[in-house]
């Protein structure tokens, strides 16, 4: 795990080392443990890494073949790279370390861009072929780790950050409006912007290259891989589907526990991290495991249940961990704020500041720590969002329905107030289109609930899912900490992408009306309700964890800033957003804004979200376009 960088000039100036040397000290910490630079010419890839497999000199990059043809950049992990490097030493290629990144390097120059499909696991990279004068970049499947690129001028750039494009001398800072739109809309950003013109995110499953023989180069990307959930062909019986869930889930946690530094686990509490910490737990005796829990003394009655730090303390005690534990009081958002917005670049889904910590506390113990992300997504663990997608009329009335529970912060009537006043006419941007647009691929009929199901699934997956990954890697990375998610494994997910919704959800017709910003405990009141979500992965996982935790609802990792944002915290509250002078104003209107917060702190509405999204886009905004980085 580590961070990479590279710049090419495509006027043929040669490529300063200063410049390339700025751009991997600003994702020093992303890489404590080593950093290399390679320049040739108009071309320089730099590196700083995190040494996870085989710790000696031999896995330093940037990392040249052995006949001088390639050099290579490299971030991630791909579990599966003993079975490659076998297969890879069957057809001549010999070895000098033990590292991953050696086996991924031969792999892409054996197979192509073909490679990738084989690699099990999560990775960004950079590949610049010499003699063919073309530069491959790619991310893995999922997406679990970022890579941002950038064409201003005369140069091309990319990095593991936006900090390592903005170190160059001169890059033009210009705010993306249409990305803040969108941003506004969701809280995240679902297209390949980010609030910054002239720097995208290289979407997840693409790749994408750079050939310096054209007349005029540009970067081109190409889909390898995509999400399909869909009904199966052919049905196994229940039990059958139990058993091979049991038996990948298993394969799928032991793989990523190859590693020659100290390695742990999150311990929320939940079903999805206990059960991969009770598999973890039979390799490593006395596993090390971590949980943040919150300070509930202020909290009112509809949030008394975010902390799960009981629940988690009981799992540490049957698989027999060494646990530690952080308490997050209401002081910890606004002390954290400024190196949050530093590290995360720029806000995405949720409120992301217990991550930091959580992260920070891990790494005082471990280099590598495994993560429960993607359980939900994969196996249905959001039922009350699913019930718009059986009961609709047809496929444009399903969208509808989904883009309006969606608008997790300003509702389209506000919009335009919203950004009117300073922007002017903003009916340029319909993020109805932008919402839709998730779909164009996957295109499966829709004539059951299932179908349209299948396709709820494959949106959150593509984008709240996707934008998760975005702010873990941030915010594990900011302490040199490597995450890992045992359920993104290639055999799992594909095994949950055919896996009958009726395996999942035993209620598809149930409409209980919610959206992400209703009052309380949103999963407890839909799950006493419905008893729903995430069925099979429950019946599988209470072979390994208690029966009240497998049957439990679902809690999310939330500290309670409804209560916070209105008791311990409302003077920082008002100060940010009550200050005529804060930078948020230079993009939205102040008194637009104001009316929607004050809802909040007057009880009438939870506002949680935007307030919180508030303060995170101050405290960036200050560092990018007042502070310069």
Not at 223 to 249: K, N
Request: charged content about 25%; overall charge negative.
């Amino acid at each position: 795990m580590c961070g990479i960088a590279g710049i090419v000039h495509l006027n043929g100036a040669s490529v300063a080392p200063p410049v390339l040397q700025k751009m991997t000290d600003a994702i020093a910490h992303r890489g404590p443990d080593g950093e290399g630079h390679w320049i040739e010419g108009n071309v320089g890839l730099g590196h700083r890494r995190l040494a996870i497999l085989d710790l000696s000199p031999a896995g330093h990059q940037p990392m040249v073949s052995m006949d001088h043809r390639y050099v290579f950049s490299y971030n991630g992990e791909v579990y599966n790279f003993r079975e490659l490097r076998s297969e890879l030493e069957a057809a001549g290629y010999w070895f000098r370390s033990r590292t991953d990144s050696e086996v991924v390097l031969y792999a892409l120059v054996h197979w192509g861009t073909d490679a990738l499909q084989r690699f099990n696991g999560m990775f960004a990279l950079s590949l610049w072929d010499r003699k063919e004068r073309t530069l491959l970049l790619a991310r893995d499947r999922y997406g679990i780790k970022p890579l941002y690129v950038s064409h201003q001028g005369n140069t091309f750039s990319f990095g593991s950050e936006q900090k390592a494009i903005l170190a160059q001398t001169g890059f033009d800072r210009r705010l993306d409006k249409p990305a803040l739109l969108e941003y506004f809309t969701f809280q995240n950003i679902f297209t390949d912007r980010t609030l910054l013109e002239d720097i995208q995110l290289l979407p997840a499953g693409h790749h994408a290259v750079l050939d310096m023989k054209q007349a005029k180069p540009s970067l081109k990307r190409t889909c390898y891989w995509d999400y399909r959930f869909r009904e199966p062909d052919q049905r196994a019986s229940d039990d059958e589907y139990r058993e091979e869930l049991d038996r990948l889930f298993r394969q799928a946690v032991n793989r990523q526990l190859v590693t020659d530094v100290e390695l742990g686990s999150y311990l929320s509490g939940g079903i999805d991290s206990g059960s991969i910490t009770a598999i973890a737990a039979r390799s490593f005796p006395y596993l090390k495991t971590f949980t943040c829990g919150f300070d509930l003394s202020s909290a009112s009655g509809i949030e008394l249940g975010f902390d799960e730090r009981t629940k988690a303390e009981a799992m540490s005690a049957r698989f027999k961990t060494e646990h530690y534990e952080m308490v997050l009081k209401a002081g910890d958002m606004e002390r954290c704020m400024p190196k949050l917005a530093r590290h995360l670049e720029e806000p995405r889904v949720g409120q992301s500041y217990p991550n930091y910590y959580a992260a920070q506390l891990a790494r005082a113990f471990v280099k590598v720590v495994l993560s429960g992300a993607g359980g939900d997504e994969l196996f249905g663990g959001y039922p009350w969002r699913y019930y718009r997608a059986t009961v609709n009329q047809d496929f444009e009335h399903y969208i509808d329905q989904y883009y309006d529970f969606w608008q997790r912060m300003v509702p389209n009537k506000m919009l335009a107030r919203v950004f009117a006043p300073v922007w002017g006419d903003v009916k340029d941007v319909n993020t109805r289109d932008i919402f839709r647009d998730v779909f164009r691929t996957h295109n499966n009929d829709l004539n059951r609930p299932e179908d349209y199901i299948n396709h709820s699934l494959y949106f959150e997956a593509k984008t709240f899912l996707h934008g998760l990954f975005v702010v873990e890697d941030k915010l594990s990375m900011a302490h040199g900490l490597e995450t890992r998610v045992p359920f993104m494994d290639n055999d799992l997910v594909e095994f949950a992408m055919q896996c009958p919704v009726h395996l999942k959800l035993n209620n598809l017709t149930s409409t209980v009306a919610m959206n992400e910003n209703t009052q309380g405990n949103k999963p407890a009141r839909f799950f006493q309700k419905t008893k729903d979500g995430k069925q099979i992965l429950r019946d599988v996982m209470r072979r390994y964890i208690p029966e009240d935790i497998a049957n439990a609802e679902k809690q999310g990792f939330s500290a309670p800033d409804s209560s916070w944002f209105k008791g311990e915290s409302i003077e920082f509250v008002k100060h940010k957003l009550l200050n005529g002078n804060a930078h948020i104003y230079k993009w939205v209107d102040r008194q637009a804004i104001l009316e929607l917060v004050n809802e909040h702190l007057d009880g009438k509405q939870n506002r949680r979200l935007l307030i919180w999204s508030l303060l995170n886009l101050d405290a960036y905004m200050e560092q990018v376009f007042e502070e310069k980085l």
